[in-house]
């Protein structure tokens, strides 16, 4: 089993930046692709970004491309999303993931969940 506990969720100004922080513990973390997700009110849960296991490589849903950063700490057992230049429609709660395979992240079927962090952006 993996646990995953995410943090650094909050209310923010559009315009502003959050970084996230996904805590694992239970298995080998550097064994693991992960992955954010998120899902606003009233709306599917959606990918957000992966990175591989080493960090070389990494994938964004592009409505965020070029504002989020996905990256990890293998050292530390800890995944990032740096969020910059928030818009009200980034409004979620945010879930980390993890997966033996990328793929499946990307294809929103990771292996273990976190319980999730809430973002909200003001207009």
């Known amino acids: 089993q993996v646990q995953l506990v995410e943090s650094g969720g909050g209310l923010v100004q559009a315009g502003g930046s959050l970084r996230l922080s996904c805590l694992a513990s239970g298995r080998t973390f550097s064994n693991y692709a992960m992955g954010w997700f998120r899902q606003a009110p009233g709306k599917e849960r959606e990918f957000v970004a992966t990175?591989?296991?080493?960090?070389?490589?990494?994938y964004y849903v592009d409505s965020v491309k070029g504002r989020f950063t996905i990256s990890r700490d293998n050292a530390k057992n800890t995944v990032y999303l740096q969020m910059n230049s928030l818009k009200p429609e980034d409004t979620a709660v945010y879930y980390c993931?993890?997966?033996?395979?990328?793929?499946?992240?990307?294809?929103?079927?990771?292996?273990?969940w976190g319980q999730g962090t809430q973002v909200t952006v003001s207009s």
């Open positions: 990175i591989s296991v080493s960090g070389g490589m990494t």
């Open positions: 993931a993890a997966s033996t395979l990328m793929s499946r992240l990307r294809a929103q079927r990771p292996d273990y």
